[in-house]
Nanobody, 126 residues
Framework: QVQLVESGGGSVQAGGSLSLSCVAS????????MAWFRQAPGKEREGVAI???????TYKDSVKGRFTISKDNAKNTLYLQMNSLKPEDTAMYYCAADPRRLPDMADFGTVPGTLWGQGTQVTVSS
């Protein structure tokens, strides 16, 4: 069973940067579409960014221009570069892999076979 392991979280001041990584242990079929989600205390989990098979990307409106999702297939690793961080970005960040070709933010990860990591905490202080 492939596992997704996130790292790179931490505590920063507003305006700072963090870089998250998600490594897939074992072989992860190239059919999977990868994404970053986050969940703040008392709030529902929300999609942050998706990286599709053709290397196209989509972002949550509030992170556009500040966050960049990327993927290194050779290293089996998904990244999320987060710049100009704001206190409202504080959350647990999760990596996910959806087996469908074109999942969108609304239904990403809602099908059997979806993989989720354990999460990495990001805290932004004002």
């Amino acid at each position: 069973q492939v596992q997704l392991v996130e790292s790179g979280g931490g505590s920063v001041q507003a305006g700072g940067s963090l870089s998250l990584s998600c490594v897939a242990s074992g072989y992860l079929d190239s059919k999977y579409v990868m994404a970053w989600f986050r969940q703040a205390p008392g709030k529902e989990r929300e999609g942050v960014a998706i990286f599709y098979r053709d290397a196209s990307t989509t972002y949550k409106d509030s992170v556009k221009g500040r966050f960049t999702i990327s993927k290194d297939n050779a290293k089996n690793t998904l990244y999320l570069q987060m710049n100009s961080l704001k206190p409202e970005d504080t959350a647990m960040y999760y990596c996910a892999a959806d087996p469908r070709r074109l999942p969108d933010m609304a239904d990403f990860g809602t099908v059997p076979g979806t993989l989720w990591g354990q999460g990495t905490q990001v805290t932004v202080s004002s």
